[in-house]
């Protein structure tokens, strides 16, 4: 007989039940990965929104700013929304008060629907609810950008169409969390869910490179785009989701087999050998609600709770507000993402101005440099997921990269005026400590609330912890990017002589410096 093929020996060394599991992690990575997504096109159109005015006459040479610094207000703003002013109503002094009550529009919309969204999504088929939720995201997305289009500049449009896609975007989280911890359980999660949890800084990351292709040249492309994308992964969501195992006779948690051999008779014998010492051992609270794939109960008959094939509202009932609040650590870890959030969002929604300002680059230049904090926040999501496994402290590891963050933030302040490198260095540093216990929270932490041995098996209560912990952890979403203030900086100079001028709102100026810009003066 011949060898099989490497590629066939690859396929047939993992069980069923591993390439579901596989299929159901990349899915809904890339699904919330596309949330994200959609969210960061304003941080980048921010600085397009409203430009420093400039212009130019004949004989003489205007300079132009794409941001100015804090407390420099033009002289006149140009009224022809044709010239580099902006785009109207943000290109008035008070353009950051508009701007950011855009991001208070939004977030509080999402604080506020967050809480009721676990407590409906416990109660409605998640393949549905998440459906729903992603195409009305990508709708509402794309219809901001629709404004640049049909020239609208009326700013009770963008505010509204801010609220809404906040709301509908609570859909997604508890969701796609729900979805995993049914598929995975708790041996290895902190890791598992620091690997998927990636999804957050990927979309970011996705979403400034795609909002800043057009920025400069159609910032309602930057809009309508990611819209176009969350709506097309709802319809994927739609196709092909499987909210619990149960629906396609695989285990809920991942079995843990010996390494696997090439005989593939010899694996399944070792396969039936682990699964007869896994019947021995006393039931983890995840698992007192499975059923075997043979549709006989476990013999552990009172830990079992049966649930409805269609997975409706049968059974045990869905928990409420108040019962969930009353399992232990949930109000803690609440407060502890509270603030995670509040400076992850800042740095979300405000990074790439920041950037603008300190190191004087353009907006898409900006744009592409935010999202080395996301970078890092990769590494520390997954680096947080290692640590909590190992030690079994997830508590103690949350609070020791908290720790360290705090006084990583006072010298990223204080040092990222110094040139781009140290920028650079500091945005990898702050994104792993703030974004790791923000990733371990919110999924790890949360699946392992809402399976607590407290819940005596009733699996109709992650969602509502999950929407719980991120519903009080987005009011610090609100605090964080409502308190900003552009910063003040000071850049490197050029003496441009005595005969140097500007022209600002068609006003003349002497003009004896110039600052360094992305590698020119």
């Given amino acids: 007989m011949a060898p099989l093929p490497p590629g066939i020996r690859f396929i047939v060394s993992f069980s069923r039940d591993q390439w579901y599991r596989a299929f159901i992690f990349i899915l809904t990575f890339l699904l919330y990965a596309s949330f994200h997504l959609s969210r960061k096109p304003i941080s980048i159109v921010k600085g397009e929104l409203h430009s420093y005015c400039t212009a130019s006459y004949e004989g003489e040479v205007g300079f132009h700013s794409q941001s100015p610094k804090a407390g420099d207000t033009p002289a006149q703003q140009l009224p022809d929304n044709g ?54 995201s990508g709708a509402f997305t794309a219809l901001f950008g629709v404004g640049y289009f049909y020239n609208i500049h009326s700013f009770g449009f963008y505010v509204v169409t801010q609220i809404v896609n906040g709301l509908v975007q609570t859909t997604g989280w508890p969701s796609v969390v729900t979805c995993l911890g049914n598929w995975f359980g708790k041996g290895r999660r902190g890791l598992i869910m620091g690997v998927w949890n990636s999804h957050t800084s990927v979309g970011n990351i996705l979403g400034s490179l795609i909002a800043g292709y057009w920025v400069s040249t159609c910032w309602g492309l930057s809009f309508v785009v990611p819209g176009a994308i969350v709506a097309a992964m709802g319809i994927v969501c739609f196709l092909f ?11 809920s948690s991942p079995a843990m087999h010996p390494k696997s051999y090439e005989n593939g008779t010899h694996r399944v014998r070792l396969q039936k050998q682990a699964l007869t010492e896994e019947r021995n051992k006393p039931l983890d609270p995840e698992m007192q609600c499975l059923l075997l794939s043979d549709g006989k109960r476990s013999g552990h008959q009172n830990h079992v709770v049966i649930l409805p094939a269609d997975g ?27 603030f995670a959030k509040l400076v992850s969002y800042t740095f979300l929604f405000w990074l790439p101005l920041y950037i603008t300002n300190v190191d004087h680059l353009d907006v898409k230049k900006a744009g ?22 190992r030690l079994e402290k997830r508590a103690s590891t949350c609070g020791l990269m908290l720790l360290l963050a705090a006084p990583t933030l006072y010298v990223f302040s204080a040092i990222s005026t110094m040139g781009l490198e140290a920028t650079i260095a500091m945005l990898l540093l702050s994104g792993a400590l703030v974004s790791g216990p923000y990733a371990l929270i919110t999924t790890a932490v949360s699946a392992d609330l809402g399976t607590h041995k407290s819940l ?66």
């Fill in 83 to 136: 010239t580099d002013c902006g785009w109207a109503p943000f290109d008035q002094d008070n353009f950051q008060q508009l701007l950011g009550a855009l991001d208070y529009s939004f977030l509080c919309a999402y604080a506020v629907g967050m809480y009721l969204s676990g407590i409906i999504g416990e109660r409605l088929p998640i393949r549905y609810y998440l459906t729903f939720g992603m195409v009305a």
């Fill in 241 to 251: 989701l499987i909210e619990h195992p149960k629906d396609v006779a695989c285990s």
């Fill in 312 to 338: 409706g509202g049968g059974g045990i009932a869905a928990i409420s507000f108040v019962g969930a609040l009353k399992i232990p650590g949930v109000i803690e870890f609440s407060l502890c993402l509270l």
């Fill in 368 to 389: 592409e440099l935010s999202t080395l904090f996301d970078v890092g926040g990769i590494f520390g999501g997954i680096l947080a997921g290692v640590i909590s496994d």
């Fill in 456 to 521: 005596k098996g009733n699996s109709h209560a992650l969602a509502t912890v999950t929407a719980i912990i991120d519903g009080t952890g987005s009011v610090g979403e609100l605090v964080g990017p409502v308190a900003h203030k552009t910063p003040s900086v000071t850049s490197p100079v050029k003496d441009l002589g005595e005969n140097a001028v500007a022209y600002s709102g068609g006003k003349k100026e002497q003009l004896t410096t110039l600052s360094w810009a992305d590698g020119s003066w």
